[in-house]
């Protein structure tokens, strides 16, 4: 991996995607699908819920994901991910010579690789090819008390062309100091509508929906000590209800 160069979104440049961090105590790098999928929106939020923890034991962030640097940009105007941060390539290279799942691969006569992509997402959705999906779908509406709250009473959700939210109304479902109902499918609701939005932007190859990423942990000597491999929709990480939390075991 070390030797893996990516367009870089903050200045355009072909670049070694481990440049300048080898220093840091630890460093995670994270394998993104679509920059538009819902793994990997959902993924930039955690990182940046849990940025002080990340800044506080050093970890230096690095994170590659199939797009261009329009659909970067935008990704990272959105989720704040640190665009000097985040690497794109159109081609899911990186996946290949990394073994990640590729998706579901069902054969449809007649069509095209677009169309197959899509059928095969579709299914994925339902389960088939995709373990813990719909566990993972189900929990975002019935809300998981071994999770944290992800929303705080006095923060506001814009839905444009949607209402605004307060956080304070899920309370209303449950209480407070855990997931509550509703809570987690409302943000997946957000991130959907910003992708349908702007979907040109995101979807300019649909051939890679199904393909799958992963989490790669290194210490300061560039020893692999923690990894993750996507294996469906909605499992970018082992504990979906705090996805960082394997970072307390190193």
Same mark, same amino acid.
């Given at each position: 991996?070390? #030797?893996?160069?990516?367009?870089?979104?903050?200045?355009?440049?072909?670049?070694?995607?481990?440049?300048?961090?080898?220093? &840091?105590?630890?460093?995670?790098?994270?394998?993104?699908?679509?920059?538009?999928?819902?793994?990997?929106?959902?993924? $930039?939020?955690?990182?940046?819920?849990?940025?002080?923890?990340?800044?506080?034991?050093?970890? $230096?962030?690095?994170?590659?994901?199939?797009?261009?640097?329009?659909?970067? @940009?935008?990704?990272?105007?959105?989720?704040?991910? $640190?665009?000097?941060?985040?690497?794109?390539? !159109?081609?899911? !290279?990186?996946?290949?010579?990394?073994?990640?799942?590729?998706? @579901?691969?069902?054969?449809?006569?007649?069509?095209?690789?677009?169309?197959? &992509?899509?059928?095969?997402?579709?299914?994925?959705?339902?389960?088939?090819?995709?373990?813990?999906?719909?566990? !993972?779908?189900?929990?975002?509406?019935?809300?998981?008390?071994?999770?944290?709250?992800?929303?705080?009473?006095?923060?506001?959700?814009?839905?444009?062309?949607?209402?605004?939210?307060?956080?304070?109304?899920?309370?209303?479902?449950?209480?407070?100091?855990?997931?509550?109902?509703?809570?987690?499918?409302?943000?997946?609701?957000?991130?959907?509508?910003?992708?349908?939005?702007?979907?040109?932007?995101?979807?300019?190859?649909?051939?890679?929906?199904?393909? #799958?990423?992963?989490?790669?942990?290194?210490?300061?000597?560039?020893? @692999?000590?923690?990894?993750?491999?996507?294996?469906?929709?909605?499992?970018? $990480?082992?504990?979906?209800?705090?996805?960082?939390?394997?970072?307390?075991?190193?």
């Amino acid at each position: 991996m070390s #030797r893996t160069q990516c367009l870089r979104v903050s200045d355009g440049n072909i670049k070694s995607v481990l440049d300048d961090c080898w220093n &840091a105590p630890q460093l995670l790098v994270i394998i993104w699908s679509l920059l538009g999928d819902f793994d990997s929106l959902e993924y $930039a939020w955690w990182l940046q819920r849990e940025r002080k923890l990340l800044s506080n034991k050093g970890i $230096a962030v690095r994170a590659i994901g199939i797009g261009d640097r329009d659909s970067g @940009l935008k990704f990272c105007k959105y989720t704040g991910f $640190a665009p000097e941060c985040l690497f794109v390539e !159109e081609k899911a !290279e990186i996946h290949s010579q990394l073994g990640l799942y590729g998706g @579901l691969s069902i054969q449809f006569p007649l069509l095209s690789v677009s169309q197959k &992509a899509w059928l095969n997402f579709l299914v994925m959705c339902t389960g088939i090819g995709s373990p813990g999906t719909m566990k !993972e779908v189900f929990r975002g509406y019935i809300g998981d008390k071994k999770a944290p709250q992800l929303i705080t009473d006095d923060e506001f959700l814009d839905f444009t062309p949607l209402p605004v939210i307060k956080g304070s109304l899920f309370n209303l479902t449950g209480g407070k100091g855990f997931q509550r109902p509703f809570e987690l499918a409302t943000l997946r609701l957000r991130n959907m509508i910003h992708v349908l939005s702007n979907w040109n932007t995101y979807m300019s190859n649909t051939s890679y929906l199904v393909q #799958r990423g992963g989490t790669f942990l290194f210490d300061a000597q560039g020893c @692999l000590i923690y990894e993750h491999r996507d294996r469906g929709i909605l499992g970018f $990480a082992e504990d979906m209800g705090n996805p960082l939390s394997f970072l307390g075991n190193y």
